[in-house]
T-cell receptor
């Protein structure tokens, strides 16, 4: 069966610091991968999606970037965090219509 | 105007009640419809997945799609306190590689024992 991992689970970072969140998927090949952000009490905002290694599409212009160095690895990064980057970051994978989500990373920028 | 509208609630019901959760949408290209359940501080979990119009039942859960009205529903029978969560509807026009889901904002449900 397929499993999706995200780490860290919780992160507190100062404004201006860098960020690296990692997501890996097990049990499937060539999945579509997605990064979402969910603000408190709000819906899901799609940030990036990838249909293959090195192929990244950005949905929202901002100070975040994503990379896919391996088939089942998706990384979300920032060089300098802003207060507005705080939120719940979710990675998801799909191999058809349904998307399956990871456990999420709760990021607080102080 | 948002492509998908979902009443955020909160919705509070007694244990055993029938719950109806709904979403409306404006994009007639949507063909695939999903319901996710999200417990506090957890990732969304896929509950139901339907294609085009009709009903789909899975245990206490029934998903209903009315494409003519651009309206989808999730019914929960014999609701339990463990059903307390935020329910998100999501939809997509197709299954092509990279297809994106459009989500509602979620309805917060509390089932009181």
């Amino acid at each position: 069966s397929q499993t999706i991992h995200q780490w860290p689970a919780t992160l507190v970072q100062p404004v201006g610091s860098p960020l690296s969140l990692e997501c890996t998927v097990e049990g499937t090949s060539n999945p579509n991968l997605y990064w979402y952000r969910q603000a408190a009490g709000r819906g899901l905002q799609l940030l990036f999606y990838s249909v293959g290694i090195g192929q990244i599409s950005s949905e929202v212009p901002q100070n975040l970037s994503a990379s896919r160095p391996q088939d089942r690895q998706f990384i979300l990064s920032s060089k300098k965090l802003l207060l507005s980057d705080s939120g719940f970051y979710l990675c998801a994978w799909s191999w058809g219509g349904e998307q399956f989500f990871g456990p999420g990373t709760r990021l607080t920028v102080l | 105007q948002k492509e998908v509208e979902q009443d955020p609630g909160p919705l509070s019901v007694p244990e055993g009640a029938i719950v109806s959760l709904n979403c409306t949408y404006s994009n007639s290209a949507f063909q695939y419809f999903m319901w996710y359940r999200q417990y506090s501080r957890k990732g969304p979990e896929l509950l139901m997945y339907t294609y085009s119009s009709g009903n789909k039942e899975d245990g206490r859960f029934t998903a209903q799609v009315d494409k003519s009205s651009k309206y989808i529903s999730l019914f929960i029978r014999d609701s339990q306190p463990s059903d307390s969560a935020t329910y998100l509807c999501a939809m997509s026009p197709g299954l092509a590689s990279g297809s994106r889901l459009t989500f509602g904002e979620g309805t917060q449900l509390t089932v009181n024992p």
